[in-house]
């Protein structure tokens, strides 16, 4: 894989947007970086005159904007996540600046992976659920008495940081083609696998009064910087599925 290839694995997605003309904002600024994918889950409105005006000719980022319901359809495909955030979250998470934050994705790339820069609503950035679905935090250290940053300019930041990386890396030569069976599983398998843990906790009755919530969190936290490759997740899957047949089996000898 060629080095300016590398666009192409990076998606911009903006979660939950409530004003249309920042989703154009921001693909006229993933444009000016070199980037065109960008993905919006449960945008406010869209397609919308405001973002078309306010996208300055990067139509061809608007046109081909992908629009999911949920984040998790919005990360499917890619292996590495990293939440926006103007303040520090409950979610216990690595926390980069944008220049750390942007060495680690194009570190993720030059692998073959598809990383995803994920940023929230205007209002209320994004929230736990949905930092807890990354794999880091990134944080512009802007000053404190005057911190919220408009959305299109934090994707601003970001994308230049990016590009500031990529061409720092030119002269490093071809990227090396990923191995699928050494690749990390995507988003969402790793969202199924979520999904049949916390299925496989119900079963055994592993919670016993302690919140599945914070639990949830913790395993989110420990895998996610596991990073496990599909393989493994397979493995896992049957455990938990075995799990669940003795689960059924004591039940059904409980008198």
Known sequence: MALHELHDLFRFVLVRTSHSGNIGSAARAIRTM????LALVAP????????????AGADDVLGQAAIHDDLVAGLAGTTFALGLSARRRGVN????DPREGAAQALAAARRGEHVALVFGNERTGLENDELSRCHAMVRIPSVDDFSSLNLSQAVQVVAYELR???LAEEGRGPVADIDPDEAPADAEQVERFFTHLAETLDDIEFHKGRSPTTIMLKLRKLFLRARPELRELRILHGILADAQRMAELAHKGKP
Do not use: Q
């Open 93 to 96: 998470l690595p926390e980069l």
């Open 44 to 55: 406010h409105r869209f397609p919308d005159p405001e973002a078309t005006a306010l996208a």
């Open 164 to 166: 500031m990386a990529m």
């Open 34 to 37: 070199g980037f065109d994918r």
